[in-house]
Nanobody, 121 residues
Framework: QVQLAESGGGLVQAGGSLRLSCAAA????????MAWFSQAPGKEREFVAA????????LYADSVKGRFTISRDNAKNTGYLQMNSLKPEDTAVYYC????WGTGVSNYYAWGQGTQVTVSS
């Protein structure tokens, strides 16, 4: 089992940027698809982005296309989510996940504890 830990969240003004990191430990991180999900208060957890083990294929939710970039460095066992042009509606807890390919929560079986991102208007 792989263990995940997110960092990099915080408070930022609309239009600003943040870079989230996801540090992996345990089983070899490079074996897994990595994804990011977000969960706003009172809402279900939603898919944000995913990246294959090699980094060759990425997938994004329509709401973040052109603004967010997912990447990974398997040598460092770390994944990233670069978030640019942030909007107040991006405010949520962001979770890193590892597992199989897809946009559903059930596609992933390892989760981090989450990091809060708050975007002020």
């Amino acid at each position: 089992q792989v263990q995940l830990a997110e960092s990099g969240g915080g408070l930022v003004q609309a239009g600003g940027s943040l870079r989230l990191s996801c540090a992996a430990a345990g089983r070899t991180f490079s074996y897994y698809v990595m994804a990011w999900f977000s969960q706003a208060p009172g809402k279900e957890r939603e898919f944000v982005a995913a990246i294959t083990w090699s980094g060759g294929i990425t997938l994004y939710a329509d709401s973040v296309k052109g603004r967010f970039t997912i990447s990974r460095d398997n040598a460092k066992n770390t994944g990233y989510l670069q978030m640019n042009s942030l909007k107040p509606e991006d405010t949520a807890v962001y979770y890193c996940a590892a597992g199989g390919w897809g946009t559903g929560v059930s596609n992933y079986y390892a989760w981090g504890q989450g990091t809060q991102v708050t975007v002020s208007s």
